[in-house]
């Protein structure tokens, strides 16, 4: 059975719904204007839910303050939590299609331990993970900014004449970005000092993380896998990741080295240069199909947008249908695209990226901080009288 993340369904947006919420949580009150507080415990470290952020296809992610009251220091920062929705995970189905909180709460810190184990200023940062008793709690770093689901198209859009294309200098800065995230995912070695074989396997829009820095930082590593997990016999008629950026080798299920995430940082690249979905299906045979065709189609694409030919021949080279024919390393990828950007549309620095999300999403990145401003002020006195309690 396949189970494909819907490619064309966009999740939830946090101001949709509050139903994600854990039941001790609720956004701030129609016109009380008073936050009702949740929060956990790790050890000396406190951790209080200010508000959702965003509802993924597994998980709710909050925005949280992290506390560190020991010997009165009241060291305070604001971190990303995430939470799998209830009887989501497609790991561990119950019989009547659900599945088990503590399938969700493995896959959770196998999540964690992947995460923990990269450490690059491109990757979000896995801080803490938790299992309070009634759920298991993923802390992040928290990369304050958007994501690029924000910035593509939710849909494939191919004719429908909605542009949403970035400046190329600009797809250019933001994959480059990337693409140095994921030479480190792909760099990871293990407490032995070999290299893992790490794959990310789901690099896709709502998993590129675009901070306020702009600096790229890859996330969610639910669906990342070593080497030696490939090598286990495995479900391979279980088809997972997100139908517009999976490589045809994934869509057969075959066994995946990192040319995968190549294959999907090509596929973002295109549709950040273009504004549109280079392709979806609803089965395996439909992407794979769809894959054969998709260097042509990427091509004229490319052409009709007025892409520089080295740039899209950086790209069409990512997405070459067979691995071999694509860049053997993210760090072949980045080192092309830097050469074929620089002498063309140029190659947006972090600062110029940084002022570009400003630009593009300031109400968005206002409101929050204010929401986290009048948290705080709210909070203020509470949190010094439980540290008090808790130093004394
Ligand atoms: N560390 C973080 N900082 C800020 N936002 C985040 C962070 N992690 C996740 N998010 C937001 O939550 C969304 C879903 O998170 P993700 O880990 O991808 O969950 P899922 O496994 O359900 O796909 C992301 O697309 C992003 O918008
Ligand atoms: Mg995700």
Redesign the pocket.
Known sequence: MATLKPATVT?PRASASTSALPPTFRVRGNDSGIYRRAGFRSGAVRYELIEL???????S?FLAAQFHGGHGANLDRIV?V?TPHPRLDPLDRNDDGGCSADAQDRALLREARIGASVRSPNV?QTMDFVDDGERALLV?????GV?L?DLLPSRACRSGGHDHAVPAAIAAGVVRSLLAGLDAVHATRGADGRLVGLVHRDITP??V?LGVDGRARI??F?LARTAADEAHAFDRTRIEGTARYLAPEQARGERLDGRVDIFAAGILLFELLTGTALYGGASANEIVEAAARGAELAARVLDDHAVPSGIAAVCLKALAFHRDARFATARDFAHALDRASRTTVGIASHDTVARYVDARFVKRLERQRQRIAEWRSVNAGATANRTRVSAA
């Not at 952020?53 to 998980?59: E, I, S, T, Y």
């Not at 992040?140 to 304050?144: H, N």
């Open positions: 999740p952020l965003a509802c993924g296809g597994m998980a992610v990303a995430k979000v992040l770093e928290w990369a304050e994501s689901a709502g998993n993380l996330s969610d639910g």
